[in-house]
């Protein structure tokens, strides 16, 4: 797999025209920061409960096109589904990115064009960044806490 | 007030350095033997082709002073409108290995106003037959992401 494949249309595009991408959320619950030191990557994330559903999320920050465009079709997948849900799909990319067959394929949405990032093992946490915010963030809700952030461990940069 | 990684990482001892202190034992001994003259020699006879060649590409801002008496092998620069990881993974489908990120040095970058860069690092290995491989990754990644 060359590298050219592993940036996809679908990819490509969600980096330049993010959906999902803003610096506030109406009814914000939690705003959750999260950085990787491996690449200087930022990333807020800000989500709205309502009923025990996400039913707002957003997400701003700065980092190369696969965590923008990942995060980016994140927000999509997740938007609308019950918070133990978004945790379930969360778990399903994540052992995605370590070379598992993702059991939720529809579910995932374009998420699923980043497959092929498994095999570019420096690449993983870049994609996982906005999964794993999300996760942090539902964890913070379900806390009672309204911020939490988070810098995620690697090698210096 | 400290604040703690998530497990497993918090439980992480600090092990000393030990491989690393041998390592740059042996690499001391190394430039000793080229001599430090020679090293610097080599750089300075090869920096201003790579420096001129980055300035003049497009959209390429190269870091720090261009007078390549005031530098050191390492030339960091940007790209524009490609985050420097991109590049990263770009080059090294040319065969050119550059570093990606901040280089351990956060304040200075926040000052700049980047959050990280690619850094391509000429030393005693290098010749200016590198610069063509580099330029042709760097033009790959720009026209790559414009597209």
Redo the contacts between chains.
Sequence with gaps: MSLDDLYQDIILDHYKSPKNRAPSLEGEDVHVHHSNPLCGDEMDLRIHVEDGTLAGIVFDGEGCSISQSSASAMTEAVKGRSLADVLELAEDFRLMMHGEESSRPDDLGDGIAFQGVAKFPVRVKCALLGWMAVKDAIETFQHGDHEHVVTHDGEPA | GATW?EPP?KFEAGTPMIAEAGGLGAAARYLMDLGMDNVRAHELSIMPTFLDALTNEEGVRVLGPLVPEQRSGPIAFTVDSV????IG??L??HGVCV??????AKPL?KHLGL??TARASLYVYNDVDDLEPLLDGIRHARD??A?
């Design positions: 990684n990482y985050h420097p990881h991109d993974a770009m090294d489908q570093r990606v990120g901040h280089h351990c970058l959050n990280s790559f992401f597209r």
